[in-house]
């Protein structure tokens, strides 16, 4: 098993899931500032389902590549989103792609745990993620070693998933190298390196900004300029 509950508790860490899928331990520092939109959005880019919110004829896409681990991205996820979803999502004018970029075990499981619930409860499951960040992620020598484990159980079990199903679903190889291949295909295929990073029609980003910074970068394209 990929994950199964031992290891996890013992935090064997990215290095020991790699190797056990046969995938790199690091990524590739950034070279390109902008992406081919032939590239970004080929099938390969996603090896799991595309999740997308906002209007598919919306006249901006943005592509986001976040890990789940990120204290970055859980801020513009918390902050940030909300109002970039009201006023840009919500209202057509912008089509929201979210990508999975694990930097760790513990946010490749966090990634699993989100694509285990049914569709329309995956972004729910992604923001309640990001807003709970810190009852999974060990931040000091003194935490228990089973946090991860248990904070992303919670997690699981106040959105009706059963224990079994929860170790079912972050004991899936198939899912967790999925994941992993997202990460690679962006690192490797579209120079990211680091989260959050954007792709807004094409041009590459990076930064938790804030809503005047999105503000700035958005109008001026749905202006058609």
Not at 42 to 62: C, D, K, M, Q, Y
Not at 139 to 152: C, I, M, N, R, W
Request: glycine letters at 6%; charged letters at 20%; proline letters at 7%.
């Amino acid at each position: 098993m990929i994950l199964d509950r031992r290891r996890f508790l013992a935090g064997a860490g990215l290095a020991a899931l790699a190797a056990g899928l046969g995938l790199p331990l690091s990524f590739e520092p950034a070279r390109a500032q902008s992406a081919d939109q032939v590239k970004l959005m080929a099938p390969a880019a996603s090896p799991l389902p595309e999740r997308a919110i906002g209007s598919p004829t919306a006249p901006v896409t943005v592509v986001e590549y976040a890990s789940m681990t990120c204290s970055h991205c859980a801020h513009f996820h918390t902050t940030t989103f909300p109002e970039l979803k009201k006023k840009y999502i919500d209202t057509g004018k912008v089509r929201f792609i979210f990508r999975e970029f694990p930097f760790d075990e513990v946010a490749t499981a966090a990634f699993m745990l989100a694509r285990c619930m049914p569709d329309d409860k995956y972004y729910p499951m992604v923001s309640v993620l990001f807003e709970r960040q810190m009852s999974f992620l060990k931040t000091s020598a003194s935490d228990p070693a089973d946090k991860p484990y248990q904070g992303l159980l919670a997690i699981a079990r106040q959105a009706g998933m059963s224990q079994a199903d929860f170790e079912k679903c972050l004991t899936d190889k198939d899912l967790a190298k999925k994941v992993q291949e997202s990460a690679l295909y962006g690192n490797a295929q579209l120079g990211v390196n680091s989260t959050p990073t954007f792709f807004i029609n094409g041009k590459k980003e990076s930064g938790a900004f804030p809503i005047d910074w999105w503000d700035k970068q958005l109008e001026p394209l749905l202006a058609g300029k």
